[in-house]
């Protein structure tokens, strides 16, 4: 494979025949797993549950992303940036989801906090997603820009225990963290975490 094979145009589809058939069974892998979770997840909803019916959404959200490299220009650029928006909206689901898991161990400020991140990234997603469109469609390079920023965007907040505990739960057993809270965005974690 010559190095110009992987100097692509904006909107153009791979020609070498060795990485459409990567990109394919990297798709088919994702597609599949993500029916495979939704199956299990399926498979163990209660009624009533709403965490279960958003697990489920978020997964069938990301899987029309899996399938845009059998698609040729035009239609592949305008199926790509279509399902990036799915992807998008199951990506901040996901932070929800993650939300309603362990908002229980976080004080009322801390989730004041994990919920104004959230909401103050999506302005940078749907940028994020008229970039995407641009780049893929008309070939403008504002997805080259935003791009880099990405990381910063996904660093959300996550609850991090230290091994002695000081949170006694119940139905969870022991938990905790004898420091007190404190905020980090760390390039090594890439997320921000409760300690």
């Not at 692509?8 to 020609?15: D, F, H, I, Y």
């Not at 163990?44 to 899996?66: D, P, R, S």
């Not at 898991?101 to 959230?118: D, E, V």
Request: proline share 7%; net charge positive.
């Amino acid at each position: 494979m010559e190095s110009g094979d992987m100097m692509l145009s904006a909107g153009q589809r791979p020609t070498d025949p060795g990485i459409l058939v990567v990109e394919a069974w990297g798709q088919g892998f994702l597609v599949g797993s993500l029916i495979i979770m939704i199956a299990i997840t399926a498979a163990n909803m209660k009624y009533g549950v709403l965490l279960h019916k958003l697990i489920v959404a978020e997964l069938a959200l990301a899987l029309g992303h899996g399938t845009f490299i059998f698609l040729h220009a035009p239609a592949q650029g305008w199926y790509l940036s279509a399902t990036a928006i799915g992807l998008t909206i199951s990506h901040t689901l996901h932070n929800v989801i993650a939300w309603m898991k362990i908002r229980g161990f976080f004080t009322p400020w801390g989730t004041r906090l994990y919920l104004i991140t959230l909401l103050a990234a999506q302005p940078y997603w749907v940028v994020e997603i008229y970039a995407n469109f641009a780049f893929f469609n008309r070939g403008q390079a504002l997805y080259t820009t935003t791009r880099p920023l990405e990381p910063l965007f996904r660093c959300g907040v996550r609850a991090q225990f230290s091994p002695t505990p000081h949170v006694a739960d119940p139905d969870l057993g022991t938990l905790g963290g004898s420091s007190p809270p404190a905020f980090s965005c760390t390039p090594s974690s890439g997320a921000m975490g409760v300690r």
